[in-house]
């Protein structure tokens, strides 16, 4: 068996809903719409699911991810009237998502008010990114002239089925260890990938991988991605637990940090769909 794309999603407010896509057009920034909003505090630092696990509730499409919504981005979310919102943007604000100083620009006071109601909290606001070409990557692991908008560090996440297997098996068998009952398998979203792979590979073999094609588009390995609490966090019953970063901790820690899927710089521009080839090299 071949290895293709199996999966594709989109994020358009950065720790919302994922939205899963047939197709995706790759921008230098990444896929079209992903990460392109974000939720701050009044400081402007980023509010995630981290800190605020409603937010995985509230789902945020564009034109991208739903061909029904006219453009802006629709905001939904229960118990909330859905919100049409506009691509402009207002006063640019200073924004900081983890160690980057970015600028944002505001949405609107009807669009603050919105995701206040729908997140439960009474300091939060929506900024989007309103150019990603002036956020610049990491130079140890990217070129001149990368960019991406609110994405943690690169613009696009890939993440293997082989590999979410084989870490399914270490958590069972751990569980076995402790005397535990055994859990149900983690499934991929908890790791909010923007690319899904599976067919004829071996567990973690993408670490080794220096470029990678998908579809008609050639994408750079940057680095694994180093992953936080968020992945403990079960995005239908909002409860934190313990996996997987405990079985991470065990079986995949190296340089302080625990690590699952690989980030991806594009080299082009073009379209991946499900069912496309994937082509390491």
């Not at 293997?160 to 499934?187: C, K, M, Q, T, Y």
Request: hydrophobic fraction near 40%.
């Amino acid at each position: 068996m071949s290895v293709r794309v199996v999966g594709l999603n989109v994020h358009p407010v950065k720790s919302t809903a994922i939205r899963p896509v047939a197709s995706a057009a790759v921008e230098r920034a990444g896929f079209a719409g992903d990460r392109r909003w974000m939720v701050v505090d009044q400081q402007g630092t980023l509010v995630s699911a981290r800190e605020c696990h409603a937010l995985f509730r509230i789902e945020a499409d564009t034109p991208e991810t739903d061909a029904s919504v006219p453009g802006g981005l629709r905001l939904r979310a229960p118990g909330v009237e859905d919100l049409l919102v506009g691509n402009a943007a207002g006063a640019e604000v200073a924004v900081r998502l983890q160690r980057h100083h970015l600028v944002g620009g505001l949405v609107s006071a009807e669009a603050d008010e919105w995701i206040r109601h729908a997140a439960g909290r009474s300091d939060v606001r929506l900024v989007r990114c309103v150019d990603p070409t002036a956020r610049a990557l990491n130079p140890a692991f990217s070129r001149e002239g990368d960019h991406t908008a609110y994405a943690d560090g690169y613009p696009v996440t890939l993440a293997s089925l082989r590999s979410l297997a084989r870490l399914n098996d270490w958590i069972a068998e751990g569980a076995v260890e402790r005397g535990e009952e055994l859990p149900e398998p983690l499934p991929i979203e908890r790791f909010r990938p923007n690319v899904v792979i599976d067919g004829d590979l071996e567990a973690f073999v993408e670490d080794t991988w220096g470029t990678v094609r998908l579809g008609e588009v050639t994408f750079r390995v940057a680095k694994p991605v180093d992953r936080c609490v968020m992945t403990t966090i079960d995005v239908e019953s909002l409860t934190t637990g313990k996996e997987p970063v405990r079985t991470l901790a065990r079986h995949r820690r190296w340089d302080g940090a625990t690590w699952f899927a690989i980030q991806l710089i594009p080299d082009g521009t073009g379209v991946v769909n499900v069912g496309d080839d994937v082509k390491p090299a």
